[in-house]
């Protein structure tokens, strides 16, 4: 039935800090320039027949590509198998299908879409895919900055000077060290831990 959604392997080809924005919209630009800001490669596409972005049409930092579907074969001719991030940003349908094929061809990192609709919400958790619903979005950042209005900040990006990265550790000589044992830059602050898919937040 090609319902089971099976994960491609990961690809070795990924390109670090590489993400490709589907959208046409001012929330599209304002993340591809946030992107670029902070170093990342940034690609944006549209379908055929949709809206152009006046503002990037003449930026070679930002390049806008057309595709022609969201098939396997549509997505490779604009690199998509190599990008590290996909951010979907169109009609749920469309979402979908662009998250489908990522998942199934490209073993893509980072997959994030903005949900139009709240009932689809299950088809895109089904692809571990990163939703953001805008109807309760807001509510969600409010509340984080009445509760940890540091930590919020911190993300949200208003404090100069600082910024949010995630570091994965390789080092095996670092197995069963303590973090506070741990010899890291005096202005570092660890916000979370991921090991083995759990998420933990350090006390």
Do not use: Y
């Not at 959604?5 to 001012?26: C, E, M, R, W, Y």
């Not at 057309?66 to 190599?82: H, M, N, P, S, W």
């Not at 930590?151 to 000077?161: K, T």
């Not at 995630?166 to 095996?172: A, F, G, I, K, S």
Request: aromatic fraction near 6%; charged fraction near 20%; hydrophobic fraction near 40%.
């Amino acid at each position: 039935m090609k319902e089971d959604h099976s994960p491609a392997k990961p690809n070795a080809l990924t390109a670090p800090q590489n993400v490709v924005i589907f959208g046409t919209d001012s929330q599209s630009t304002a993340l591809a320039h946030t992107l670029f800001s902070h170093g990342w490669q940034v690609k944006l596409a549209q379908p055929r027949g949709g809206s152009t972005l006046s503002s990037l049409e003449n930026s070679r930092k930002i390049p806008v590509q057309v595709v022609d579907g969201f098939d396997r074969k549509a997505l490779e001719q604009i690199q998509c198998q190599t990008a590290t991030a996909i951010v979907t940003l169109l009609s749920d349908r469309e979402n979908l299908d662009i998250c489908e094929t990522a998942f199934e061809h490209f073993a893509t990192q980072t997959l994030v879409a903005r949900l139009n609709d709240r009932s689809n919400f299950s088809a895109f958790q089904d692809l571990n895919v990163l939703v953001v619903d805008p109807s309760t979005a807001i509510i969600g950042l409010l509340d984080h900055f009445v509760r940890a209005p540091e930590a919020a900040s911190l993300l949200m990006g208003f404090q100069r000077g600082r910024d949010v990265a995630d570091v994965t550790v390789r080092n095996p000589d670092l197995d069963g060290i303590s973090l506070r044992d741990l010899r890291l830059p005096f202005d570092w602050v660890i916000i979370a831990i991921r090991r083995r898919g759990t998420l933990s937040v350090p006390v």
